[in-house]
Every structure is written in structure tokens, then in C-alpha cells.
């Protein structure tokens, strides 16, 4: 039967998105002859009812197609608004714009705000999860994590190299809001010393320890701290309870940094620099990981709606594709790092302070 999907990108954007566009169109078309309408800037482009009719090829060049490593989103994406102030307007575009399905592909609170206005106006809502934190509940694997993990390792690799030339500690701090997920990977990944994450509190003795052990059992006169965004000690209540980091007058970083220049376990003065990675972790080619992945996520979404089977979130779990019903992602997400994670026990028995003491 011919379909007309919507298809829309919501949230803080990441590389891989194109590639999940490109994804659903080429499935949509190539297997079912479906009409597929990008809705630009998510609710905002909903609540205008504007549309682009996305084709195969639409952005070739010499026949080369750009959308593969191409980071950001051709659709353009929103992550501020008020979407609920106009939701019975966004929730009557729908129909408006005669979809018969709706794939959205965001992160724990675009999908939250869609998930609401999707139940409220009876759409048959598709989820593709996307986002450097990857705090989506129920996925093991979220578009856009790996290329930002990559990002952060390379910026570690560059960072450690002139940390050993001068003997300093270089503090680097990483995106991920409320969770740690891409702290920890990177850190490890990166060879951190020091890895702070908001789940597991730090506290400064332990990361003034480390950097003095660093240097009387080892010889070690540099060391690389990564700090989450949203790390926290166990009392520091008024920077963990801030949520909008961007406010912060000094962001973490700079706070750690301050902490461990002022800490008095440490006789010699220490040379301390702080880098902040910011966007450049949302930037950058896919990685190939997560073009797999956004292509797999692209497919499967489609093969839902031919199904008929609405309001399901496809999701990664044990190297597989599968899908998950979006009101249960919603009700567990954002995810945090568990403490018991493997990843922490690894860190630790690499000799990295994780926090905790
Ligand atoms: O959720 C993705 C993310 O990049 C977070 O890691 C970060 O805290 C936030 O978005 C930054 O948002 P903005 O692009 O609005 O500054």
C-alpha cells in the first residue's frame, strides 16, 4: 500500500544523522515506492507544516552521495522551544499533512516530547535513537556516540603528547550532560589518569592522590584528567544541580582545574591547563560505526511501518537490531553509567581513578 512518511530530527545534532536519512529514504523508496517528506527543524517545521519531499540521489554530486559522511542534519534540528505551549497546532499537522507514519530520530527528551504529542494526537510514531550522550535507555548504542568518543580520543592523543612535554596536568572536559557514558569510554580509550563522571562522586583528594602516586611510584610528571560536564563531588550540590551547563560561570573543567592547583597534598606547583572540547564533539565524519548502525536504524524503522507496528523505538542489544516500545524507553531514560558498569571495574584495574574517595 503507498505510504507518505514524515521523517524529522530532534535534539542536539551528532554525525550519523544523514546517514539514517539516507537510510530511510533509499528503503522507503527502493523497496516500497513510498513517498518520504523531511520535516525541517522537527516541531517547529510540524508546526509551520512545511515539508521537503526527500528523493534517492537528491544530493548527489557526479553521483557521489555526500549524505554518508556528511555530519550534522540536512533537516536542521531544535533542541529549545515551546513545543508543548503549541502541541494541539503540532498535534493537527499531522493529519494536515496526510502522514500516514512519523520517524523521529532523537534523544531521551525530544523522543519524551514526541512520545506525548504522538499520544495525544493518535500518530503512528517511529523512534531512531540519536545522541553523543548515549543515555538512551533500552539501546546499547545510540547514532552519534562512537564519532564523539573518536573525537575525544584524538583530542587525548594530541593533549597527552604536550602534557609529557611540559610536565603538566591537562584537564580536558567532555559533553554528555547528566551521564558519563562518553567521559568514560573516551577516557579509557584515551589512556586518562583521572576519569570524573556524575554518577560515581569524585573527590579532589582522590584526584590529587592519583597525580602525586602518578609521580612518586612512577616517574610520571604528567597526567590527563577528563571531567564530564556534569561531574560532581559527593557535597557539591550546586554545581551538579545545575542543568544548564552552558550557565555555569566556570564549567567544570575550570573548577577541577582551580581544585587542583589550590589542593595541598601537592607540595610542588603544579602546571595546570584545561581544555574544553564543547561542540566539537557533535561534529566530524560518521565514523563507520555509526553509519552501520544509523543505516541499520534507517531499514528497520522502515520495516516497522510496513508492519504497522507503531510507537516502537528501534534499538541495538547483543549485536542485533531490535525494537522497543517508546514508553518504556522514555520511562528509563536518561541513563546513567551503573556503578557496577564493566567499564569502571576496567578503568580501575588499569589504575584510573574513577571517583569515589
Ligand atoms: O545532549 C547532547 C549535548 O551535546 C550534551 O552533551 C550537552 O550538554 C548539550 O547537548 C549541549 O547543548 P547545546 O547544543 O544546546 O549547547
Known sequence: MQKRIGILTSGGDCPGLNCAIRAVVSHAKLQHDWEVLGIPYATQGLLERKTTLLNLHGLDLR????????????????????????????????????????????????LAILHQLACQGNWNLIAIPKTIDNDVALTERAIGFDTAVNTIVDALNRLTFTAASHDRVMVVEVMGRTAGHLALHAGIAGGADCILIPE???????????????????????????VAEGAKTANDSSIAETQ?????????????ANQIKSHNILTD???????????????????????????????????????????????????????????DVVARSPLPVAPDNYLVQTARCMGIYVGDG
Open 63 to 110: 553521483g557521489i552521495d555526500p549524505l554518508l559522511s556528511m555530519g550534522g542534519t540536512i533537516l536542521g534540528s531544535i533542541n529549545k522551544g515551546d513545543t508543548l505551549a503549541h502541541a494541539s497546532e503540532i498535534i493537527a499537522s499531522y493529519r494536515a499533512l496526510a502522514l500516514d507514519a512519523l520517524i523521529a530520530i532523537g534523544g531521551d527528551g525530544s
Open 244 to 256: 544548564n551547563f552552558a550557565s555555569l560561570e566556570c564549567g567544570m573543567g575550570q573548577y577541577i
Open 200 to 226: 560515581i562522586p569524585y573527590s579532589i583528594d582522590g584526584v590529587c592522590h592519583q597525580i602525586s602516586e602518578l609521580r612518586d611510584r612512577w616517574g610520571r610528571k604528567f597526567a590527563i584528567v577528563v
Open 269 to 327: 606547583r603544579l602546571d595546570v591547563r584545561v581544555s574544553i572540547l564543547g561542540h566539537i564533539q557533535r561534529g566530524g565524519i560518521p565514523s563507520a560505526l555509526d553509519r552501520l548502525s544509523a543505516t541499520a536504524f534507517g531499514k528497520a524503522a522502515v520495516d516497522l511501518i510496513a508492519r504497522e507496528q507503531y510507537g516502537q523505538m528501534v534499538a541495538w542489544q547483543n549485536g542485533r537490531v531490535v525494537d522497543v516500545p517508546i514508553v
